[in-house]
């Protein structure tokens, strides 16, 4: 069951600052401590009696800190974080999931954005938040989002540039290329922050139950704050789907990395803007590299003509 | 998981109890949004067959093609008359509430959860929050009043009430709503 959990943000005995990315902060919220703390009201105004109960019957969420941390999907989960939007009160007003797939790139989904763009509100990737309600974002631990690569509202994904190259300290995940191979999955397994709680993962009763060319279904429990989770196949450490949605109460929906990689590949390690890139931040390592330009979209689908898929 | 057994119950099998229940904008949005996927009509009381991938942005929608005979107590008729409709929702768009559609039907999963609408009354598409999302029946009329466009023009009336399938106006006139996307909602003036 669902439950709307009131939290706001205090900023609660930070003393210093906080490097690279706290000047795309709230100045009420710093990113030094080790700890903040998420108490009192969500900003968004809480309904009681609103369920979406997305999970019926048993709840397959298993905490990831009750893994050992030799456990494989334990190392894997290090790579998922929680992005967090926060307004100029320093209240975060809503959240979803994402994936570290570079250095200081982060995938989650279009809509999790306004409107697809940073604009308006304050966007933290903490890859910490692994006990209710404790948000770990010292240095390392957490970034700032400072540039939208690359999106689509259709295929819903959105590419985040980070302040600050967490994926060196957690590693990156990589999106699988291969359709066939993603189609020929039939369980899944994903990390998430549902519910905006602390990491989790699910890894029982996650069939597949359907797909087309770009969308993947299956029966793995999510809920509200699991969007922009990566979708594993259940043996697997490779990206196959970026969860977004449910569907009718029938199952829920993730969009095919196969179908999101023509977007990303420049971007990506080993990438022609991914290497530029690199080499810019070398020749000036006291500035943050710019975000490369956005390759060119790929060819407009024809499949079957829900939407046109070309880059924004 | 989600088995097969609960898979028409993505909000929960009570629908009508909940209307009755809860009071709240969102609740009814979210039971409305429910019932576009589980209520199964008796006979007597359907109308068009629901349609999950029915396209019904088109401003030729016309409620008067609709038969609601003998609509269950709990649901105003207005209210059948949207789900029937298919999936139609209220949301705020520059101070005015809007009639829109939910597209293609499905919860986006971000905290808190959003839908996809188009409105009816242009077709412009985005993502709502389902909070934000109001009906009809969620509407005070002390403190929303209808407006309806004729000849191009939006019309103001200060109040409203259902009657039947068609909505009174504060002048006592009575006027059948031809088309959704001919109506939309304001904030009245306060006192």
Same mark, same amino acid.
């Given at each position: ?5 009131? &939290? ?11 490097? +690279?990315? +706290? ?56 790579? &998922? ?27 989650? =989904? ?47 994904? +959105? ?21 066939? +191979? ?29 797909? =087309? ?70 020749? =000036? ?28 | ?191």
């Amino acid at each position: 069951m669902i439950r709307i959990i009131g &939290v706001s943000v205090l900023a609660m005995g930070l003393s210093t600052t906080a490097g +690279a990315y +706290a000047e795309v902060l709230p100045k009420n919220l710093q990113l030094a401590g080790e700890t903040i703390s998420i108490t009192g009201e969500f900003a968004v105004p809480a309904d009681e009696g609103m369920k979406f109960e997305k999970v019926m019957g048993d709840a397959n969420f298993v905490k990831v800190s009750s893994l050992p941390s030799s456990n494989r999907d334990y190392q894997l989960s290090r790579k &998922v974080g929680q992005l967090l939007m926060v307004n100029e009160d320093s209240k975060i007003i809503g959240g979803c999931t994402g994936s570290l797939v570079g250095p200081s790139l982060f995938l989650t =989904n279009h809509h999790c954005l306004n409107e697809g763009q940073l604009e308006g509100y304050t966007y933290i990737v903490a890859m910490e938040h692994m006990q209710e309600g404790k948000y770990q974002v010292s240095e390392g631990k957490a970034a700032g989002a400072v540039g939208v690569l690359q999106k689509n509202e259709s295929l819903d994904f +959105a590419l985040l540039y980070l302040s600050s190259p967490l994926g060196e300290t957690y590693g990156w995940i990589e999106l699988e290329n291969d359709v066939n +191979a993603i189609l020929s999955e039939d369980e899944v397994k994903i990390i998430q922050h549902p519910d905006m709680r602390s990491k989790e993962i699910v890894t029982e009763d996650t069939q597949v139950v359907k797909s =087309n060319r770009h969308f993947l279904h299956y029966l793995a429990d999510t809920e509200g704050g699991s969007s922009g989770s990566p979708v594993f196949a259940l043996g697997g450490e490779k990206l196959i789907a970026l969860h977004h949605a449910g569907k009718e109460g029938q199952y829920n929906e993730g969009v095919l990395a196969s179908s999101i990689f023509p977007f990303l590949e420049l971007y990506l390690p080993g990438g022609a803007a991914a290497n530029a890139n690199a080499t810019a931040a070398r020749q =000036n390592t006291n500035t943050t590299a710019s975000p490369p330009p956005p390759p060119p979209p790929p060819e407009e689908d024809e499949d079957d003509g829900h939407f046109s898929i070309t880059g924004e | 998981m989600i088995s097969s057994e609960q898979k028409f119950n993505f909000f929960g099998t009570r629908v009508p109890e909940d209307i009755k229940l809860f009071g709240a904008k969102p609740l009814i949005i979210s039971s409305a949004f429910a019932c576009f996927a589980c209520v199964s009509l008796p006979p007597d009381t359907a109308g068009p067959a629901l349609d999950a991938s029915s396209d019904v942005q088109s401003s030729d929608f016309d409620l008067s093609e609709v038969s609601f005979e003998d609509p269950i107590a709990e649901y105003s008729p207005f209210q059948w008359s949207l789900w029937h409709g298919g999936n139609l929702v209220l949301a705020e768009e520059g101070g005015f509430l809007y009639p829109a559609t939910v597209v293609p039907g499905k919860v986006l999963e971000s905290y808190p959860p959003q839908m996809s609408i188009s409105f009816m009354d242009s077709g412009q598409q985005s993502n709502r929050r389902i909070g934000d999302l109001v009906s009809v029946t969620s509407l005070n009329p002390q403190e929303w009043s209808l407006q309806v466009k004729r000849d191009g023009v939006w019309g103001e009336s200060t109040s409203f009430t259902f009657d039947g399938q068609r909505f009174t106006l504060s002048d006592g006139a009575v006027l059948p709503v031809s088309k959704i996307s001919s109506i939309r909602f304001v904030a009245a003036a306060k006192g």
